[in-house]
């Protein structure tokens, strides 16, 4: 195998994998297990964005910001989150046979749209290119894996997980789309994720202590 | 039509943003600080700002357009005038808390917690005036997110079952909508770049993406225009991803509902019109279905501010409605469209501002702020109730009060476009507007408390740290209705930009 076959395997590998993750995110009940699952998928997107920069020397920069901000703060910001406190998350709206079918299905029906009609996200010649194309495919079935996770998640910890991985596929996308784009900016997008997921953590904390619970199906007070 | 700018380096720009940023920064930090010194840092970093706007727009109507650091930051009559307004209700809105704040929060609460508030004030300020300055497309995103963080703790700030419930969604939705803004804003720069007709820096600034628009591929266009009009309308308020607006303007401190409603959904609106405008030449398409946006939005807006018994919520409800008009005169993409819905822009921002200053008034004083709660006190709170009337009939479009000239302006717009559905759908809007604000002024200011044969309490009108800025306000409704010329020759310019369907 030549060596660029052997890097578009690679990517291509690593792209796949990071659905895996995605899945496992949403999945696990466990919510330790699924910052585990989050941390893998920000490791894995570290090792994307080197494999890139191959092409675009300034990846290199972005992958320094999001082995900062994703790997190390935001996992970090969530493990504080659930420490001394039962991780089990609380029972989903959507039992976990059903989930993992529409989950499923979410996944088949965004990746071969994305990967089918790419042309209408990427009008750019470089972005049609193979691993750009699966790239781009992988980061919009992750963002709705990640939306579908926010939606269906009682869990406000859990929805801000699935909050992490919606942002995770549009800073995926970015790698096919703004291969141009500025470091200022880059650090902008990447610093924006980590204040959220540390603001929304802290009001978190905040229900946790006056309602006893995390369950966003108790915060009912301002109800039309 | 105003002609060709001419582009002066300017470090005003850059300043006018920076400066509430760096006393955010001081006021966090300054934990030991008297509150006074506290509030008055960030009365006087207003004043400043103020006075830079009113600087900017001074030399944007000598023909100039301000830039610095490489084009990133560029101040047009579009960009002067948002921060005039941002500059000149954040002023008020400062000066108003100096009292509001501590009675509100009890006083060992305000010991521990004003230069947390005051920094994140300032900090919230900073961010949008940063949007309303910044060139770049993803730099526009990311100002106005950092305005919905900057916010969040001060939308939660009383901590109470409430107040987290609002600040928990308030962060959560306003993050997923405008992450499609950011999918939105990607596409845009992908888009540009991918003409050939501009370099890589180039394709992230908005100036030079308005050139290039009408090359990006059909598909591609639509895409980006949905993604925008989600994330930002979601931010703007625009039905129906308005959700999040009603918890989080009623339940945050009076002080920051006025710039959640007076300003900060006027500046997401900004950059809606900014991003998708350069797109009506070529898909003149867009407009109709804006124009259909607004009209749902205004008219669904007042029908849920109808059934509302929280007067903050009313008024939350109400500034759904009100971005409707605003959204449908610049979704027109026409000079009398935008400078209808400009002028609607400024003149919400002055009346619903007051409105909150006055609900806060009656909250102040009475400690309620459900209708049925209240009653009879035009005789004890006779500057607030006149103030209440005078926000309510400008609001809803009363001549000789400055909103009758912006909607006037609307329906005429959207009469000249032939969208004649759409001029009667807002017409209603403005009539049952009319009804839902004078019905409660009627009730909390004229009608009988809740218990009409207990003893009325004695309460009293507010201190005068808090009805200043709401006569302030109030006479600038009063001298925009009489004098209606008077934001012309920066209104006329601000439209200028955005109007890409002619006049």
Known sequence: ?224 | MPGEALTQTSVLPAAVFLLPVLAGVVLISATRASRVLQQWISVLTMVTVTGLGAWMARQILRGFVLTTWNQELRVDALSALMVVIIGGIGLLASIYSLRYIEERTGKNLVASRTHTFYGLLMWFLGTMLWGCVTNNVIMLYVAIEATTLTSGLLVAFYWDRRALEAGYKYLMLLTIGITFALFGCVLLYAGAAATNKLDGASALLISDIRRVTQFIPGGTAAVTIAFLIIGFGTKAGIAPFHPWLPDAHAEAPAPISVLLSGVMIKMSLYALARTVSPFYPAWPQVTIFIVALGTFTMLLGIILALTQNDLKRLLAYSSVSQMGYVLAGVGLGTYLGCYGGLYHLVNHALAKSLLFMCVGAVMYATGARRISELGGLKHQMPITSACYFLGALALAGFPPLNGFWSKLTIYLALARAGLWWAAGIAILASILTAVVMVRAGYRVFWGNGPSVDAPSPSFKEVPAGMFVPMMILAAICVLLGVYPQAPYPLLHRAAAVLATLGR
Not at chain 1, 37 to 55: N, T, W
């Open chain 1, 1 to 224: 195998m030549n060596p660029e076959a052997l890097h578009s395997g690679l990517i291509e590998t690593l792209s796949l994998t990071l659905v895996i993750t995605s899945v496992a995110a949403v999945e696990m009940r466990r919510l330790k297990f699924s910052i585990a699952a989050y941390l893998c998928q920000a490791l894995l997107i570290v090792g994307l964005l080197l494999s890139f920069a191959s092409v675009n020397k300034a990846l290199y920069w972005w992958a320094a910001t999001a082995l900062l901000t994703k790997v190390i703060l935001t996992p970090w910001f969530l493990f504080r989150a659930i420490r001394g406190v039962d991780d089990h998350e609380l029972k989903p709206v959507i039992g976990f046979g059903p989930s993992v079918v529409i989950v499923a299905l979410l996944m088949i029906s965004f990746f071969r749209l994305t990967h089918g009609r790419f042309a209408l996200l990427a009008p750019s010649g470089m972005a049609q290119l193979g691993v750009f194309r699966t790239n781009l495919a992988v980061a919009s079935t992750v963002f709705a894996l990640g939306l579908y996770a926010v939606l269906t998640r009682r869990d406000a910890v859990k929805a801000v997980i699935g909050l992490c991985l919606l942002e995770n596929g549009v800073h995926l996308s970015l790698v096919s789309l703004a291969p141009g784009l500025s470091e200022t900016a880059l650090f902008g997008v990447a610093s924006e994720v980590v204040v959220t997921v540390f603001l929304l953590l802290y009001v978190i904390g905040g229900v946790r202590q006056v309602f006893g619970s995390t369950d966003t199906f108790r915060l009912r007070e301002l109800r039309f």
